[in-house]
């Protein structure tokens, strides 16, 4: 799927997205959800999230709290106090670090709890999205506080994008399940 660029495309492919999400969650045998994941054997699956995500409820708090950092983020911004996307001291060489600090935060959270949160920011997430006019969300320079990307770039990454990301991390897991005796 393509990456959205207007507004009707955003809403239908985070929408859609999220529901792919949900089923195959919904599709997962109780060994899948038991197994704790381990892609090691994987050379291919060397970026940081590969070794950090053990469970379902990881990568389900890592899309709550990426949700979490626009729904901050945009309100502040549009009543005038300044904010940065990410939280200090995090940056975007750091970011990695934040992800972590997420990881650790919510290791006492449970799996219901986990899609409990997610399914309330997602909804409001798309609401947020909602509020915003075509224009608003992909074009350039339109809010002085998001820098150069369009403010639909965040929403686009922090949904669909980011959903496709977590399924795709679920499809491997579900494949090294059936591989393992």
Known sequence: MARPTTKLD???????????LMAFIDSMTERELATSFDFSEDEKKKEAHWQRDK????ILIHLYEWHNLTLNWVPSNQKGEARSYLPKPYTWKTYGQMNLFFWKKHQNTTLEEAKQMLKQSHEDIMKLAESFSNEELFSKGVFDWVGGSPLGSYFVSNTSSHYMWALKKLKAHRKNCKTVK
């Open 55 to 58: 469970n379902l409820r990881d």
């Open 10 to 20: 955003l809403i239908e492919a985070s929408n859609s997205g999220y529901e792919s």
